[in-house]
């Protein structure tokens, strides 16, 4: 019975991480296809994260409504501290990709990772084996050479950098620990903060996207083809939204950040297949590097987790010390020392 829970635990698992990465690779597809010039130059970016949590908002109503799903009460304070935490990190994460170079951008998402381990360090005085270390380190330097090129630093790109950076990881900390204070569901949690997400988006986002781009979304001629993608590109952040939660809630924010690298090496590959990007061997090397990360990861943290679930029996001399001590009690107070107490059976 414990093999087939395990078993079906692990389909769960594999499940949730596959839809998290298709459907992240395919709204990246479908984002590159809209906001591209040679596409339909929709370059609304924060607009439309505003336009995807609506989505994400309404089918969650909807989910409520027909008693598909329940909802459990989350104080107030705390959705709408997340919710902008979780706006913060949308918004410095496009104005450090427009402050800064395609390189330094690259090293920032890279960070992540240690500044996410650092917090649960000191959030949840959470501790990692050197196994773990050292399978991040490799995953960091693959995705590193396949993906980072120019480097060029600006003060003002580096602080928007820094603040992505912080409230991206604090996010999806956060998104793990809610869901474990008020044992709550991954869906759940998302139906309650998408609506404020996109309430404060579609409020701000406009106005946000007005500074990076110079462009006014009413001036946007919109067509039936980019009104097609703006409706994939919401049904595909639906599913990437729902599963990056059961991701963090079923694992942990640290590995989320490792494994979705795996996504950054589906990206270029597509990116060669179908809008013929280059692929040199640099690439290639480092992807070959960060998957191997990958795996060393995944095999570190399953050892690591078959060592905590051993637990050792107690010792012999520890059980004689408790019935004494249990005894010096019974003779302190006077009450009748119960067989139970002493560890042993009744006649």
């Known amino acids: 019975m414990d093999s087939l829970k395990k078993q079906s635990s692990a389909v769960s698992d594999v499940g949730a991480w596959a839809m998290n990465v298709v459907s992240s690779v395919g709204l990246i597809m479908a984002n590159k296809q809209l906001m591209s010039p040679a596409g339909y130059a929709f370059v609304f970016a924060t607009t439309l994260t505003g336009f995807h949590f609506s989505m994400t908002?309404?089918?969650?109503?909807?989910?409520?409504?027909?008693?598909?799903?329940?909802?459990?009460?989350?104080?107030?304070?705390?959705?709408?501290?997340?919710?902008?935490?979780?706006?913060?990190s949308i918004t410095g994460m496009n104005l450090?990709?427009?402050?800064?170079?395609?390189?330094?951008?690259?090293?920032?998402?890279?960070?992540?990772?240690?500044?996410?381990?650092?917090?649960?360090?000191?959030?949840?005085?959470?501790?990692?084996?050197?196994?773990?270390?050292?399978?991040?380190?490799v995953v960091v330097v693959g995705v590193g050479v396949c993906t980072v090129t120019d480097v060029k630093?600006?003060?003002?790109g580096v602080i928007c950098a820094c603040v992505a950076v912080l409230s991206t990881s604090l996010q999806q900390i956060s998104i793990g620990s809610l869901q474990t204070k008020y044992s709550i569901g991954s869906f759940e949690l998302l139906s309650q903060t998408a609506p404020i997400q996109a309430l404060s988006l579609l409020l701000f986002g406009p106005f946000v996207d007005y500074y990076l781009t110079g462009k006014?979304?009413?001036?946007?001629k919109f067509s039936s083809a980019a009104f097609f993608f703006i409706l994939l590109s919401c049904s595909l952040a639906v599913f990437c939204n729902i599963s990056q939660y059961l991701c963090i809630g079923r694992f942990s924010a640290t590995s989320f950040q490792?494994?979705?690298?795996?996504?950054?090496?589906?990206?270029?590959?597509?990116?060669?297949?179908?809008f013929d990007s280059e692929l040199t061997l640099k690439n290639i090397l480092g992807m070959a590097i960060a998957i191997l990360g990958?795996?060393?990861?995944s095999w570190a943290v399953e050892a690591d987790k078959q060592t905590e679930s051993?637990?050792?029996?107690?010792?012999?001399?520890?059980?004689?010390?408790?019935?004494?001590?249990?005894?010096?009690?019974?003779?302190?107070?006077?009450?009748?020392?119960?067989?139970?107490?002493?560890?042993?059976?009744?006649?």
């Open 310 to 347: 051993k637990v050792s029996p107690l010792p012999k001399e520890a059980s004689e010390e408790n019935v004494e001590l249990l005894k010096q009690q019974q003779q302190s107070d006077g009450s009748p020392l119960k067989d139970v107490e002493l560890g042993k059976s009744q006649p």
């Open 294 to 297: 990958m795996v060393v990861y």
């Open 57 to 88: 908002a309404l089918i969650g109503l909807v989910s409520n409504a027909t008693g598909n799903s329940t909802r459990k009460k989350v104080p107030l304070w705390e959705l709408l501290w997340f919710s902008v935490v979780a706006n913060t």
């Open 216 to 220: 006014l979304l009413a001036s946007y």
């Open 96 to 137: 450090s990709l427009m402050l800064n170079s395609v390189g330094f951008y690259q090293i920032s998402k890279l960070s992540m990772i240690p500044v996410v381990c650092v917090m649960e360090w000191i959030l949840h005085s959470k501790h990692y084996s050197d196994k773990v270390k050292i399978s991040v380190l």
């Open 258 to 274: 490792v494994l979705g690298h795996m996504k950054t090496v589906c990206v270029l590959i597509l990116g060669w297949l179908l």
């Open 153 to 156: 630093v600006n003060a003002q």
